[in-house]
């Protein structure tokens, strides 16, 4: 072990205190993004003084399943003075905050390089965990308690912008879905007159389609006839390295759309693997939608050229206020199109039934004033912005090694 590390066991201590003092207490897990969340466990019937009380400021981890998921639930307790997790989990606290800094050692736990040597020790075990004493071996630099505090001051700026711009993204969401169903569901769009259309005496229509009024010289259009033009991905072979050994192309799996806008993909093929397979280029602003598993039904909208798999639909707009409108469009009505999927082991969707998806066409530039193309422009800067933020926090946190240093 470098000369400048310490074994975190030097710094920490387990706390043991059972839940058999008849106060109701919050049940939590950890998750591997390393957050304190509400348990989903079914406890009916259970014997809760079994379960370990935790504190605001102490620890709680589980190291069972190290080897499978190469990332330790660990977290700090903030959100709570008190609370209960499972016995399976371990509970500690430092011993010195004098000497070590609670947030400084969440910073270093949350580091890849802690969970990358947590995972190789487990090794040696079949199932991937490891013992307390294998934790308390991880190395770890302990700079004076001045020098974390600024570590730690920088960190939170860093976490909290990317914080202020998830809820300013999750503002915009919102704001989205609003205009969409006040102008497009409610048709009280704006009329001529700036006055909401329905109720101020708007012409409606009877369709005898959807059986319901519409607006006047609206129209029911299906997602072939609006779009310009609809693929399906698909996946080179994996038994052929040349085709994934390259950055030269994003290909796009279906769990990384998300009800999202997509700026990025996990992996890349090559060109020959473009050309010797299904995949199909996607322009920039293509919608997408997914077709199978459990993400069936997911609506994503590309902010970078990429292939796909298979299992995602990409619904190519003429322009991006049609793909903005089309993309909140199928997001509202999400929950439908979901429930629709069909097949055995698996749920599906298929390109058929996407191409038929029915809905409203709005007359005139009512797509163009709405704006939903501005709010998607924005999500994507802020979130653009935020993967810049999460690069400098990994910098910082892969630096934080040289503090005794600096």
Not at 10 to 35: A, C, H, S, W, Y
Not at 94 to 109: A, F, H, P, Q, S
Not at 124 to 130: E, M, N, P, Q, Y
Request: proline share 3%; with cysteine.
């Amino acid at each position: 072990m470098k000369s400048n590390y310490k074994k975190l066991g030097e710094f920490i201590e387990q706390v043991k205190v059972d839940n058999n003092d008849g106060i109701d207490r919050k049940l939590l897990g950890v998750n591997l993004d390393k957050e304190f969340i509400p348990s989903v466990a079914n406890i009916v019937g259970t014997d809760m003084e079994s379960y370990s009380v935790i504190k605001k400021g102490q620890f709680g981890c589980k190291l069972m399943s190290v080897g499978r998921d190469k990332r330790v639930p660990i977290s700090l307790l903030n959100d709570y003075d008190e609370a209960i997790i499972s016995s399976a989990y371990y509970v500690f606290e430092i011993i010195d905050r004098e000497k070590l800094l609670n947030d400084y050692l969440m910073m270093w736990l949350s580091r890849p390089e802690s969970d990358r040597y947590l995972w190789f020790i487990s090794g040696s075990d079949v199932r991937g965990g490891i013992s307390w004493d294998d934790f308390c071996t991880l190395p770890i630099v302990v700079p004076e308690i001045d020098k974390q505090k600024e570590i730690v001051k920088e960190y939170h700026i860093i976490i909290n912008r990317i914080k202020l711009n998830e809820q300013i993204i999750q503002k915009l969401e919102e704001t989205a879905q609003s205009i969409y169903r006040q102008w497009f569901v409610d048709f009280e769009f704006p009329d001529e007159d700036g006055k909401p259309y329905k109720s101020n005496g708007g012409e409606m229509v009877w369709d005898d389609v959807l059986e319901s009024e519409i607006p006047s010289k609206w129209k029911v259009i299906c997602v072939k006839d609006f779009c310009s033009d609809m693929k399906s991905g698909g996946t080179p072979s994996r038994d052929n390295p040349d085709y994934w050994n390259s950055n030269d192309i994003p290909w796009l799996k279906t769990g990384e759309i998300g009800n999202n806008i997509v700026i990025e993909t996990e992996e890349f093929i090559s060109h020959e693997g473009l050309k010797n397979s299904s995949a199909k280029l996607l322009p920039k602003g293509t919608v997408l939608m997914s077709m199978y598993g459990v993400n069936a039904g997911d609506i994503g909208i590309l902010r970078v050229e990429s292939t796909t798999n298979q299992a995602c639909c990409g619904m190519i707009c003429k322009n991006d206020s049609d793909a903005a409108f089309l993309y909140y469009q199928l997001l509202i009505n999400q929950d439908f199109h979901s429930r629709q999927s069909i097949g055995g082991a698996q749920e599906n969707l298929s390109k058929d039934y996407i191409e038929r998806i029915s809905f409203l066409l709005p007359d005139n530039d009512l797509i163009d004033r709405c704006n939903l193309r501005v709010i998607v422009d924005n999500r994507e800067l802020l979130t653009r912005e935020i993967k810049l933020l999460n690069n400098t926090l990994q910098l910082l946190l892969s630096k934080i090694t040289l503090a005794d240093h600096a």
